[in-house]
Structure formats: structure tokens, C-alpha cells
């Protein structure tokens, strides 16, 4: 799905990286490269990537260097909702651990 026109101004979506089924897991890690810890590490660094354009951004908005305040907006919304998400997986992983530990051996 994409909306056109969003391109336009430097809004690109996060598309999150696909997981290998499981009982492939260790061919694909090897094919591709990506273990679980390395899309981890991908998403936060996105995380911060994103952070840092609205930090930037609104820097530029509040010093009037910035000539369209809706770039500012968009960046801003989308370092929102993608700390939102981040915050949302790590809640569940939590959770998944914790239910893990509560297991009987």
C-alpha cells in the first residue's frame, strides 16, 4: 500500500525485515546473515535514525530555518509511533520472558 505524493517530502516507510520460518532458521541466518539479534539491532537503529531527523528538524522549525513546518510534523508523528512500536515489542518480549521463567523444569 503507499500513498503518493508522501514520498515526496522524505517520508519513507518502515518496513520491518521478515523472519525465516523455523525450521530453516539456521540455513537462512547463514544465507543472509540476519540472525534475531541483528534485526533487533536494525530496528533500534532506525529507531534512532528517525529520532535524529525530528530532533533536527525541529531544531530548524524553532529557529525559522525550516521553509515547510509539515516535514517537521511528519517527522515528528513518525518518531512518535515508531517509539511506540519499539516500546509495544519490548513490552511483549518482557512478558515472553516472564512466562518462559514461570515454566516448572
Keep these: 500500500m503507499s500513498v503518493s505524493g508522501i514520498e515526496g517530502v522524505g517520508f519513507t516507510p518502515y518496513v520491518a525485515p521478515t523472519l525465516a520460518p523455523a525450521s530453516t532458521s539456521a540455513s537462512a541466518k547463514a544465507a543472509d546473515g540476519q540472525g534475531f539479534g541483528d534485526l ?44 511506540q512500536l519499539t516500546v509495544a515489542m519490548r513490552n511483549k518480549a518482557v512478558e515472553a520472558f516472564t512466562e518462559i521463567m514461570r515454566m516448572p523444569i
Excluded at 53 to 82: N, P
Design 40 to 83: 533487533v539491532i536494525k530496528g533500534l537503529d532506525h529507531l534512532e535514525g528517525v529520532q535524529d531527523k525530528a530532533d533536527t528538524l525541529s531544531v530548524q522549525a524553532a529557529s525559522g530555518d525550516l521553509s515547510a513546518i509539515h516535514d517537521y510534523t511528519i517527522a515528528a508523528t513518525e518518531a512518535a509511533v515508531t517509539t
